[in-house]
């Protein structure tokens, strides 16, 4: 993968689950509020290193080993990351989402340029030519790692079952990554069914499994029933599935992405109707998933059309420590001097900006800057 920096590794909780996690200590550069951060210790003040995203490349080299493991009589074959050796400073590790965010950013899928019809099978398109980069130990990462568009037929996994039944053994169990959009989601009580492939049973969660995604996805696992009816908005899934010598399939993990109906990341359904509303628009801006070099704060949204540096914030959230966090991010970008537009996500979306609006905002600064050299 191109860029340096980031490392993976899988670790195990308290509760016998392994999760792809960063290595501890390093929490040095992560921006307030990252789900892939912990809260600042009083002790130290360090963050962990952030991935970053600069110049259209993550600080990212990864490198994904598959091995066995075995707790307490539980086999499971758990996706490792192998160490690497950089010399640029930056992301030691993260969890599932994280590597699913990297491969978004680093498709260019959080970019819209140029207006064009993007689809299901040109989305993956463009996946499967970031994961052809990684690799298994010196072998291509897609040896166990499958990417399904919207035409995969369901012998294509059937086929890989096989494999992975012949792999396993009485003591282990192989193990796939699977990336696809959910097609249809069904819930039976506390149990969520998906559908990622055409023609294919549906993947069963457990109840575990369901309440990890109203936790950790709430914006992605709300929209579930909507998949495969409305348009208006698309999510993907990244499963890890393991398979036992009788070919029995279990979901050991499973991440989430929302995206918007011309499958652009974003982290909330208010981004999705931004997003979508900035396409109808024809205009030119990019989602932001990954840490930004040099700033503290990570924008939801950058437009490229209005002659200025322009950053938009979706605030979606009224409890009284976000609104404290809302403050701090308004005031801190402009002591950056960058021109912010923000939606508190109420009603429709507003107004996007214009570039009379950056103009206006820009002369304000420099008069104001003219103002202070002719007091001193």
């Known amino acids: 993968m191109k860029g340096t920096g980031l ?19 390093q929490q040095g550069l992560h921006a307030v509020g990252c789900p892939f951060g912990e809260p600042i210790s009083e002790s130290n003040g360090k963050r962990s290193a952030a991935i970053i995203y600069a110049d259209g490349f993550t600080n990212a ?14 086999a499971k074959r758990v996706p ?21 965010e990297v491969m978004m950013c680093e498709a260019g899928l959080n970019l819209w340029i140029e207006p064009a019809k993007r689809t299901n099978a040109s989305t993956f ?6 994961a052809e980069k990684w690799t ?3 072998a291509p990462l897609l040896n166990n790692f499958m990417l399904c568009d919207a035409e995969t037929e369901h012998c294509t ?6 494999e992975l039944k012949g792999l396993s053994n009485k003591k282990s169990r192989a193990a796939v990554l699977v990336l696809a959009e959910v097609m249809h989601a069904e819930r039976t009580a506390d149990v969520w069914k998906l559908k990622l492939l055409k023609d294919s049973p549906m993947v069963e969660l457990s109840e575990e499994m369901s309440s990890h995604l109203s936790e950790k996805f709430p914006s992605a696992f709300a929209r579930l029933k909507q998949c495969g009816k409305t348009g208006n908005c698309h999510v993907f899934a990244l499963v890890l599935i393991s398979v036992d010598m009788a070919g029995v399939e279990v979901v050991e993990h499973i991440s989430l992405q929302l995206m918007s109906r011309d499958y652009i990341p974003v982290r909330s359904f208010k981004e999705v109707k931004l997003a979508n509303s900035a396409v109808k628009n024809k205009r030119k801006f990019m989602t932001h998933l990954l840490k930004i070099k040099g700033f503290r704060f990570v924008p939801d949204f950058e437009f490229f059309d209005v002659g200025h540096r322009c950053f938009y914030e979706v605030f979606g959230y009224s409890s009284e420590d976000y609104q404290k966090t809302k403050g701090i991010k308004i005031d801190y970008w402009e002591d950056k001097k960058i021109f912010l537009k923000h939606w508190d996500g109420k009603g429709r979306v507003p107004n996007l900006p214009t570039k009379d609006e950056a103009a206006e905002y820009h002369e304000k600064l420099r008069q104001a800057k003219k103002s202070k050299r002719a007091r001193v």
């Open 125 to 130: 398109t463009a996946l499967h030519s970031v």
């Open 61 to 74: 080299k990864v490198t994904v080993k598959f091995k066995l493991g075995n707790k307490k009589g539980v």
């Open 7 to 25: 490392k993976l590794c899988a670790k195990l909780s308290k509760n016998d689950k392994y999760f792809l996690a960063r290595y501890p200590g």
């Open 80 to 100: 490792r990351i192998k160490k690497h050796s950089s010399e640029v400073t930056g992301r030691n590790s993260c969890k599932q989402q994280g590597m699913l």
């Open 157 to 162: 996994w059937e086929n890989k079952r096989d």
């Open 136 to 138: 298994v130990n010196n």
